[in-house]
């Protein structure tokens, strides 16, 4: 028998097994040929044509006749950090497959984060993920200001509510009962 394995991970293998949190044993049996390959946030060039490969891939598992996608999608994905990197990128456009309603990706099929400008990248190309320091309150109302706050910082946090409790100088469980009063969904 004849066998080829090809792993992919985002963490230094070397640094976890010194570190004791991956086999020591393991790591050198697999450990043959190391590729490394950058993040797809350090490739904007290949979001498109891996994009037009899931559509049509997609859609003709789904079983859907997608027969284009407008500009202004590609430069959605584009500018986006895509923190999950390929495997993100697939299931955004599956999603944007699954539950188009036309013959045409547009706008309208593109995730809330990506339309929010959540997780888009800088122009030196680092992902603002998580920062929005241009949040204006729509009201002078405080409960609903603390109310879109949290809205805000959920979404930030790709609903990471941990994280946002964090980010809001509050803990999770003050967080949970604000999420039951103000009814975020």
Known sequence: MDVRLIC??????????????????????INVILIKAPPLRERREDVRP???HFVRYLSRVNG??????????????????WPGNVRELKNVVERMVVLSQGPRLT???????LKSGLGVMGADGDPSLGTNLDWKPETSNLQEMEKELIRV???????NKSLAAKKLGISRRTLYRKIEQYQIH
């Open 50 to 52: 891996l994009a037009e």
């Open 64 to 81: 859907k006749s997608i027969e284009g996608v407008d500009r202004e999608v590609y430069e959605r994905l584009e500018s986006y950090a």
């Open 107 to 113: 706008v309208a099929n593109v995730p809330e984060d």
């Open 153 to 159: 910082r959920l979404q930030e946090c790709r609903g």
């Open 8 to 29: 992919a991970t985002n963490k230094d293998l070397a640094q976890e097994v010194r570190q004791g949190r991956f086999r020591e044993d393991l790591f050198y049996r």
